[in-house]
């Protein structure tokens, strides 16, 4: 740390929610300390706990190297969801909830068991969960600009903001999450294109590295969680009235519209 308190970094960020994007967080944090980041996130996650705000998941950040190379950082980071942070399938999401929105589209996993080997491997995420489904995930930075490192994303809980699942729930067997598509439109124009293998090579190798991590910081994923797996290609900014349509390979489609409802 750089001579400013922790409470002092996560207040700035909580308060950005509400009064936009902030300088980066520099004069206190540098920007490759990781420990300090996840411990600015986990003091705002312990606030908003006590607020009342329920956490049913996670999310993991920076998987695909096309959002690595967006960002200039070169690994994947998590976050934490809560309950009002879901948006409904064809659902709308309010301008003024946000400052700097992007959306990027990925597989989601929905577990059925704890997760809480040391060192799981994508095959035992496999069987902790009940079915995948395709999600929309609305990024957000309380950074101005997007003008981030690595330690202010962590910081931020992962530039987290919103996120939308679709209504197809599939079991995992005999389900192909390396080899298949991904096609993103904004108004029923392609904008993004991806793969299952963009996401750290898989998206059950994404989750398994979340778990490991997550028990190794004594929070394991636990069943019901639900595991937003990271993008499966370039992240998209938002204007007002945009309707978004995410396809994904084998679990159908998943939509949200960025305007007023």
Not at 155 to 170: C, I, K, P, R
Not at 188 to 195: A, D, K, W
Not at 222 to 247: C, E, N, Q, S, Y
Request: hydrophobic residues 45%.
């Amino acid at each position: 740390m750089l001579g400013i308190s922790h409470e002092t970094l996560a207040r700035r960020l909580r308060n950005a929610y509400g009064s936009g994007g902030i300088p980066p967080l520099r004069d206190g944090l540098d920007p490759q300390d990781i420990v300090n980041a996840y411990a600015i996130q986990d003091l705002n996650t312990r606030f908003w706990e006590a607020e009342g705000r329920k956490i049913i998941g996670r999310k993991i950040g920076l998987t695909a190297k096309a959002v690595q190379a967006q960002l200039g950082v070169g690994q994947p980071d998590f976050g934490v969801l809560f309950d009002d942070m879901r948006i409904g399938n064809n659902g709308t999401l309010s301008p003024a909830r946000v400052i700097q929105p992007k959306a990027e589209a990925e597989v989601a996993l929905v577990l059925s068991k704890d997760v809480t080997k040391t060192d799981p491997t994508p095959e035992d995420i496999a069987d902790a969960s009940a079915y995948a489904v395709a999600a929309l995930e609305i990024v957000d930075s309380r950074i101005a600009d997007w003008k981030i490192s690595f330690a202010d994303t962590v910081a931020d809980n992962g530039s987290s903001a919103f996120f939308v699942l679709g209504d197809e729930q599939e079991p995992l067997d005999g389900l192909d999450l390396y080899t298949c598509g991904m096609v993103m439109e904004i108004n029923h124009e392609i904008v993004s294109i991806g793969s299952g293998a963009a996401c750290l090579g898989h998206p059950l190798i994404a989750a398994a590295w979340l778990a490991k991590t997550l028990v190794k910081v004594g929070h394991p994923l636990r069943a019901g969680d639900i595991v937003l797996t990271g993008a499966l290609g370039p992240m998209v900014t938002l204007a007002p009235g945009d309707h978004v349509v995410a396809r994904i390979g084998g679990l159908g489609s998943v939509s949200f519209t960025y305007g007023e409802e």
